[in-house]
């Protein structure tokens, strides 16, 4: 069956338009846009009990959620915070940003996740945290991460912005480490239009994110901290309501596709899927193909895909590590993290959204194996 339209990598979920408007109308009423407002309280609230964690602060966006994170700590200018170099590269400028230094570890195949076992070896008395992320919604080695930085008095924070919903042997991913961010932006599993959020099982960290986000105001005559502008708005606070009550049928259409892609694409030799356990629940937010070896390598599959109107992605590439303005930092380079520059040149990100129809995803398949 040919596909009569284009297909895009991802497409953003949407309630109806009627439901949002519902959402919203209160907002006109009450003049209350913006500065935690009633939509802001209360979605932090169902997201507390959605993602059983006891603390969820809405940001703008889930860079600034790695930012603020990173402020609250109150580390030195300078520190070194270890972490991936096969990520969005929000992760790493994130760090920069901070006036902190990335220490990248290789990853691990066939996670793709931070390789727990090279990180103690990038460990100095400058190291201050350890920034994972759980790429493509695969959980990190959350207990061999949490031995070392108990270990060593580090900090543990996750970026979770794949993460949406996931648990490992039962338990919420963002109950593990210090803080775990997450992405509310269009393109993510659950979204708020842009947003983020940090989550935490830390009261006195959410307090503090909570004056940060503020400009450090703390109350009518008390400025604390030389915070930012962070807040999320009341409209898209809505989104994020309307878009939750979606969530667990949006999940399933994903897993749906997946297991679509997986019956058509396993067992061929030079097609590598990717792996899930069984003590995890996932939320499928992208599916990578590990092209090596295969007849066509992955750029041609990228391009044989474009010819025929589809949309995938180079999704992690470039190389962060190998990034001009990161040559400065310890275990840049591709020769330093071998492994995450071998998933650079051979990863795709095939099409993966809810709505992606059945019929279009053997479409996508015949298309790789004609
Ligand atoms: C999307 C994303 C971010 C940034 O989130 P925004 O909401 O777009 O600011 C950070 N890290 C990872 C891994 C991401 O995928």
Known sequence: MEATMSIFVT??????????????????????????????????????????????????????????????????????????????????????????????????????????????????????????????????????????????????????????????????????????????????????????????SSKEMYDKIWHLKDFGINGPDHIDYAGGNGKMNEFCAAMGICNLRHIDANIAARKAVAECYRENLQGIPGIVLNRQYDDCAYNYAYYPVIFDGYKENRDEIFDKLKAHDINSRKYFYPLISALDYCKEYRGSGAENTPVSAYACDHVLCLPMYPELGLDDVKHICDIIKE
Request: charged letters at 25%; one cysteine or more.
């Open 11 to 200: 497409k953003s979920a949407m309630p109806d338009f009627d439901e949002y408007v519902e959402e919203i109308r209160g907002i006109w009423d009450s003049r209350h846009l913006t500065n935690m407002g009633p939509k802001h309280m209360e979605l932090e609230r169902l997201l507390a009990e959605k993602l059983d964690v006891p603390y969820v602060s809405l940001l703008t966006n889930g860079h600034l959620a790695l930012e603020y994170t990173l402020q609250s700590f109150e580390f030195p200018y300078g520190s070194e915070v270890i972490t991936t170099p096969f990520t969005f590269v929000s992760t790493t400028n994130s760090i920069i940003r901070s006036g902190l230094r990335p220490v990248f570890c290789d990853i691990a195949l066939p996670d793709y996740t931070m390789d727990a076992k090279k990180i103690e070896a990038l460990i100095t008395e400058k190291t201050v945290a350890i920034m994972p992320v759980h790429v493509y919604g695969n959980i990190c080695q959350v207990e061999e991460i949490e031995r070392i930085a108990s270990k060593y008095g580090l900090k543990v924070i996750y970026d979770a912005a794949h993460a949406f919903g996931e648990s490992y042997k039962g338990k919420s991913v963002f109950r593990y480490g210090d803080a775990s961010i997450l992405s509310f932006h269009a393109t993510k599993v659950f979204h708020t239009i842009e947003g983020g959020a940090i989550c935490t």
